[in-house]
C-alpha cells in the first residue's frame, strides 16, 4: 500500500511539473498592436475587400446572404458599389440604417475612415 502511495505520489508530481511547464513563443502571445492606417492606398481590391471580408461575408456572402444576410451581397465590385450608401450608414450607425455589424459594436475607426475615402475617391475598382 505504501509502495502505491510513493508510486502515484512520485507519477503526480512528474505529470504536474512537465504538464504545467510551457514554452509560448512571446510574439505569438504579445503580437505588436500595428497602430497605423493606411489611408493613402486605399483600393477596392486590397484594403476594402479586406474589411469586407473581416466584418461582412459571415452573413453578407453570396453563401450567406439569403440565410442570415437579408439577400444584401457584398461579395462584389457591382454590389458594394450599389449598397455603398448603405454600408457607410450602417458601418457608421447613422440615423435609420440598421447599425452593422450586427449584435456587435463599431468597426474600428480605420475600418470606417478606409471605407469613407474609398467613397469619396470615386468607388474605384482597383
Not at 505520489?9 to 512537465?18: C, D, E, H, N, R
Not at 509560448?24 to 469586407?52: G, K
Not at 453578407?60 to 444584401?72: D, F, K, L, P, R
Not at 457584398?74 to 455603398?84: F, G, I, T
Request: glycine content about 4%; aromatic content about 8%.
Amino acid at each position: 500500500m505504501k509502495r502505491k502511495i510513493i508510486f502515484l505520489v512520485t507519477i503526480s508530481l512528474f505529470l504536474t511539473m512537465f504538464v504545467s511547464c510551457y514554452y509560448d513563443n512571446e510574439e505569438a502571445l504579445y503580437p505588436s498592436v500595428n497602430t497605423t492606417c493606411d489611408t493613402t492606398n486605399v483600393t477596392f481590391s486590397v484594403t476594402i475587400v479586406s474589411v469586407l471580408n473581416n466584418n461582412c461575408y459571415s452573413c453578407h456572402s453570396n453563401a450567406t446572404a439569403t440565410s442570415s444576410g437579408v439577400n444584401i451581397r457584398l461579395e462584389n465590385y457591382a454590389d458594394v458599389v450599389a449598397k455603398s450608401v448603405n454600408i457607410i450608414g450602417a458601418v457608421k450607425h447613422i440615423g435609420s440604417f440598421s447599425p452593422m455589424p450586427k449584435n456587435g459594436g463599431k468597426l474600428k475607426a480605420c475600418s470606417i475612415n478606409q471605407l469613407d475615402i474609398w467613397i469619396r475617391n470615386g468607388m474605384l475598382n482597383n
